[in-house]
């Protein structure tokens, strides 16, 4: 192999699987099989976490859905809504959201930016959450 590869960044200029860039295959959910949504805790998630319905809410308003969504992107956004939350707590919204199979919460390596990859369409996360119910969970005021 020529030493010039290992730092020619992979076709589409994001990793896409395990050793792509040196992520650990450990942190990276494979792409080639679609978990299955674990729905009943998505709602319970969406009922219970202020985080999670938070971010939830933000795409289910966007215009287009997202593929792939930018840490650092979400956070600037979150904060021009008027809906600011801790990084720590995107980073741990986005590992819960990976974990009931929305998507792929990639942590950055080599240069690469921290990102959540979507297996659901963005905006129709917060439907799924709700049985398409979009007020659903608000609390009272």
């Given at each position: ?85 801790p990084r720590h707590v995107i980073i741990d919204t986005l590992r819960r959201l ?44």
């Amino acid at each position: 192999m020529n030493t010039a590869d290992l730092h020619t960044p992979p076709q589409g200029g994001l990793p896409t699987g395990p050793g792509d860039e040196g992520i650990p295959a450990s942190q990276i959910t494979p792409k080639t099989t679609r978990p299955q949504v674990d729905v009943l805790g998505l709602r319970t998630a969406y009922r219970d976490s202020t985080p999670v319905r938070t971010i939830l809410d933000h795409f289910a308003r966007r215009k287009y859905n997202q593929n792939i969504s930018p840490l650092d992107a979400l956070e600037r956004a979150l904060e021009g809504t008027g809906t600011p939350l801790p990084r720590h707590v995107i980073i741990d919204t986005l590992r819960r959201l990976d974990a009931l199979g929305i998507g792929r919460f990639i942590p950055g390596r080599k240069g690469y930016p921290t990102r959540f990859e979507w297996n659901e369409k963005s905006m129709h996360v917060q439907r799924i959450a709700t049985a398409g119910e979009p007020n659903a969970f608000e609390q009272p005021a």
